[in-house]
């Protein structure tokens, strides 16, 4: 008898757009938080700028709350809205759903809420500008890779559907 | 057949029950009533008060050489102005000062309007109300710049960006205004009619 993979094969169709959307969503979004956003030099000195650099700046000069609103906007929000579309369609498939799926999707829904790597997007490319006066900077990998990933988690989002998960009929509108 | 109305979180169209909320993500979709204007009012009143720190206190500070030179949010604009970078200036003008004023005079409106039906009509009031939770976000832009800057110019006594309270108290707005939007949601139509 061969091994049968457990891979699901059968999602509705909207659901079937919004996997691939977020997993690529996810792969960019690791990426851009693990490589450099952009590098500053003064003087020979190099300084890379990662994601969270800014957020261990603000919380070692006692920016403690604002540190974390960075990172539950900038990080922890983002992250978990794109895990919760990659996620929810392959394990709360047909036959294996749940009230719990619903406590999940409004998670998701909370949490794109206050997901915004756009805005993060925009206010690095503002302080990228700003700082031409001030030190030499170059753009990073992590850059383009943060950026592309708030483009694909917004797609993602935008194809979700959440009636597919829940199994409720939706009504158009 | 009971009319279908558009949940707020999930979009997804749905014949409303007893319970009000969504049977896809589980948000209750109608009004919250006088609890939730109430709710809505004193995370404004909140952000309206701390909206004076936010803008009169430096939100960062630059030391270069020895030189430290604080920045509040309009004079950074200034500054990217003088700079030559008009297009980003504008950008920071509007994410920072003019999208939290803006927010707070139509969460004025749409309270009032939801006390007080006669001051505009309910499909306005949706609108606008949509259009204050759309834009909201935006507003975090300020923050999001000082956090970058901050990180990435640590050059010791050449070069170094600190924050400066008046960005605690502009985050504090921003998350205020965001809550008080979504505190409120407008009644639907099916709200309306039964009035």
Redesign the interface.
């Given at each position: 008898m061969k091994p049968r993979l457990r891979i699901p094969t059968s999602f509705r169709a909207p659901t079937d757009v919004s996997l691939p959307l977020a997993f690529t969503a996810l792969v960019l979004l690791v990426a851009g938080l693990g490589l450099p956003?952009?590098t500053?030099t003064?003087?020979g000195?190099h300084?890379?700028?990662?994601a969270?650099?800014?957020?261990?700046?603000?919380w070692n000069?006692g920016?403690e709350?604002?540190?974390a609103?960075?990172f539950a906007?900038?990080i922890l929000a983002p992250l978990g809205l794109v895990l919760s579309l990659c996620l929810l369609p392959i394990v709360a498939r047909p036959g294996r759903r749940g009230p719990g799926w619903?406590?999940w999707?409004?998670l998701?829904?909370?949490l794109e809420?206050w997901s915004?790597p756009e805005?993060?997007l925009?206010?690095?490319i503002?302080?990228l500008?700003?700082?031409?006066?001030?030190?030499t900077?170059k753009t990073g990998p992590g850059l383009w890779c943060y950026g592309l990933a708030a483009f694909f988690t917004l797609l993602a989002w935008r194809r979700f559907?959440?009636?597919a998960?829940?199994g409720?009929p939706?009504?158009?509108? | 057949m009971r009319p279908s109305i558009e949940c707020p979180s999930c979009r997804q169209s749905f014949a409303p029950d007893k319970s009000g909320r969504c049977p896809h993500c589980g948000r209750r979709a109608g009004p919250r009533g006088s609890e939730g204007r109430r709710r809505a009012l004193a995370f404004g009143l909140a952000a309206v008060f701390l909206l004076l720190p936010a803008y009169a206190l430096p939100v960062l500070s630059i030391k270069q050489l020895g030189q430290a030179e604080a920045d509040t949010i309009l004079s950074g604009v200034v500054n990217l102005w003088r700079a030559g970078l008009w297009g980003l200036a504008l950008v920071v003008f509007t994410a920072s000062m003019v999208v939290p004023t803006f927010k707070l005079g139509v969460l004025a409106v749409v309270l009032a309007a939801s006390r007080w039906p006669a001051v505009l009509p309910p499909d306005k009031l949706r609108r606008l109300h949509g259009v204050v939770a759309l834009i909201g976000r935006w507003s975090m832009l300020d923050v999001f710049l000082v956090a970058f800057l901050c990180g990435i110019v640590r050059f010791g006594a050449v070069a170094t960006v600190r924050a400066q309270p008046g960005a605690v108290a502009f985050g504090a707005v921003v998350i205020l205004t965001m809550l008080a939007t979504a505190a409120y949601h407008p009644p639907d139509d099916t709200e309306v009619a039964s009035r």
């Open positions: 956003l952009a500053a003064k003087f000195a300084n890379a700028g990662y969270m650099s800014g957020i261990i700046a603000l000069g920016y709350i604002l540190a609103l960075v906007c900038g619903t406590r999707i409004r998701a829904t909370w809420q915004m805005v993060q925009l206010g690095v503002v302080a500008s700003k700082l031409s006066a001030l030190v900077t559907d959440a009636a998960i829940t409720t939706a009504i158009p509108a | -």
